[in-house]
């Protein structure tokens, strides 16, 4: 610890990287649960070659050197570095699992031959969100370097900017949301008024293709980061002594649990199933 003078924890008018001590068990079990899902997507990855889970892999490792911060963070709270090195990143992996997202409802749409019922058409569905996406993550990101310069007008700035890339990221995955339900929802209406024959005919789809089961996925891991982006909102909304900033544990409930869940949920209903079927009935 450094013998220069710091503030109190406690102290509401003064700017510090943590209200609390960092947990260090906490840290530990979270870089270890990471690390497990990570390295199983890479396997599958590779294995499977959906090269389009790529965000979602570097979002995982994102996630794990984020905990290796915290856990630096724990030995001396005051050091900027591990702490900006775990704000950063544990800040900006769910944009990249969002990119993945956007993804696979594209390769949905691709198996289903039904790009008729989706709101926006398939060649600029996943331009059109992770374009999004990327300009949400960038703007995280330039708050979060913002935030680097150290001074406190400067930390500030970044929080505002942060925001900004915030509520971003919550109107294109809202806006999403709205283009996956109305897909669903046309087609699931068409497939109960028309027989279902070959591929070489104008009917929909064969109901023996599972895509119902990846699309209800999309939606599971969509209300998983739509919360957590939510709770980041919130919590720099409040500012640097706000209510859940100065609690550690909302932290772990409201943003590692659920981002855990995300990658441990694609571990078991992973998209190659998507791309495998579609390349068969091409």
């Not at 013998?3 to 510090?16: G, I, K, N």
């Not at 990855?45 to 889970?53: E, G, Q």
């Not at 989706?118 to 990101?141: N, P």
């Amino acid at each position: 610890m450094s013998s220069t003078y710091h503030p109190s924890l406690d102290d509401p008018d003064a700017w510090v990287p943590y209200r609390y001590h960092p947990s260090r068990p906490a840290a530990i079990v979270s870089l270890v649960a990471f690390s497990i899902t990570t390295f199983l997507h890479c396997y599958q990855v590779c294995r499977r070659r959906t090269w389009y889970f790529i965000p979602l892999v570097i979002g995982g490792f994102f996630e794990i050197v984020g905990f290796i911060g915290r856990i630096l963070s724990s030995n001396d709270l005051w050091a900027l570095g591990p702490f900006i090195m775990q704000s950063l990143l544990l800040l900006v992996a769910p944009a990249l699992f969002a990119a993945s997202v956007y993804i696979i409802l594209g390769r949905i749409i691709l198996l289903t031959d039904a790009e008729r019922y989706s709101l926006v058409r398939q060649k600029y569905l996943t331009k059109l969100f992770v374009t999004g996406d990327v300009i949400s993550f960038l703007t995280q990101c330039c708050g979060g370097g913002i935030q680097a310069a150290g001074s406190l007008a400067l930390l500030h700035a970044g929080e505002k900017i942060i925001i900004v890339g915030l509520f971003l990221q919550i109107f294109f995955f809202g806006f999403f949301i709205v283009v996956a339900g109305l897909f669903n929802y046309r087609l699931s209406r068409a497939e109960s008024f028309h027989p279902i024959n070959d591929r070489n005919s104008t009917a929909i789809p064969t109901h023996d293709l599972p895509w119902r089961r990846h699309l209800y996925t999309l939606y599971v891991v969509s209300a998983l980061i739509m919360i957590r982006s939510i709770f980041r909102v919130v919590e720099y909304l409040q500012g640097n002594n706000g209510y859940l900033l100065r609690h550690e544990i909302f932290l772990y409930i409201f943003d590692a649990l659920l981002m855990f869940i995300v990658m441990a949920i694609f571990n078991w209903i992973h998209p190659a199933e998507v791309t495998d079927l579609h390349q068969k009935r091409i």
